[in-house]
């Protein structure tokens, strides 16, 4: 029986995504994603075509999905869904990857997808964002976001229920004052897209990341040490 044969025999409804994630090839010793093209005009055959809300999901036989959402699409690995989504939980991992593992399948192939799209573009916008659009916009997020905890905080301390808004301002705008042109950027663009790896965020400014990471660690002990002294 042909793997198209097999596929066409199961019930894709009542498979988890462990279950589905077993009826491939590991991909860990490719080097890099094939690309939409890629897959479409490849001899690879399409196992599975599924609609969800806005696009759908296209796996082909060597494990990869291409994930279409509007006119936004992304390729990722059937098999490192998971490993994507402990990253970006974190602290949580286990029991949302435990628990994941168990349910539907097509759940962690949509939660990647949208996360690819969300990151791919971040990573656009990031080509034309200038280092003073950058702190006007930090400034004005973190003050109505803040509370909110929607993104990391390093002027948490500073914070207190009864100052203003233009209050927070100042203390922002003080704070970052106190880092060089190259500090206040690698921080405000760490700060600004979380979602980002330090990888991603110093191959937009031309460094690599063991550069932008001691970068990021001294301006956040400038602001840390700015905080104390208030």
């Known amino acids: 029986m042909s793997i198209k044969d097999k ?19 590991s991909t860990k010793r490719v080097d ?11 001899d690879l055959k399409l196992l599975v075509e599924q609609s969800i809300t806005n696009g759908k999901i296209e796996v082909y036989e060597n494990g990869y999905f291409i994930y279409r959402s509007l006119d936004h699409e992304t390729v990722f690995a059937v098999d490192k869904c998971l490993d994507m989504i402990s990253y970006r939980w974190q602290g949580n991992s286990k029991a ?8 539907k399948w097509l759940i962690p192939l949509v939660m990647c997808g949208e996360d690819r799209i969300q990151k791919n573009a971040y990573l656009f916008d990031l080509r034309f964002l200038s280092s003073e659009e950058l702190e006007s916009d930090y400034q004005e997020k973190l003050v109505e976001e803040m509370d909110q905890n929607l993104f990391y905080n390093p002027f948490e301390e500073a914070e207190g229920e009864s100052e203003d808004v233009e209050q927070k301002k100042q203390i922002v705008k003080a704070a970052l004052a106190c880092l060089t042109d190259r500090q206040r950027e690698v921080f405000l663009l760490k700060v600004k897209y979380p979602k980002l790896s330090q990888s991603e965020l110093a191959h937009r400014l031309g460094i690599v990341q063991q550069v932008f990471s001691k970068i990021f660690l001294a301006a956040e002990r400038k602001i840390k040490k700015f905080l104390e002294n208030l």
Do not use: I, M, Q, W
Request: charged share 30%; aromatic share 14%.
């Open 96 to 103: 949302v990857v435990d628990e994941l593992k168990k349910g």
């Open 7 to 25: 596929f066409a025999s199961l019930n894709l409804n009542e498979l988890t995504y462990g279950e589905f994630k077993d009826l491939f090839s």
């Open 32 to 42: 890099r994603f094939p690309c939409p093209k890629d897959l479409r005009t490849s």
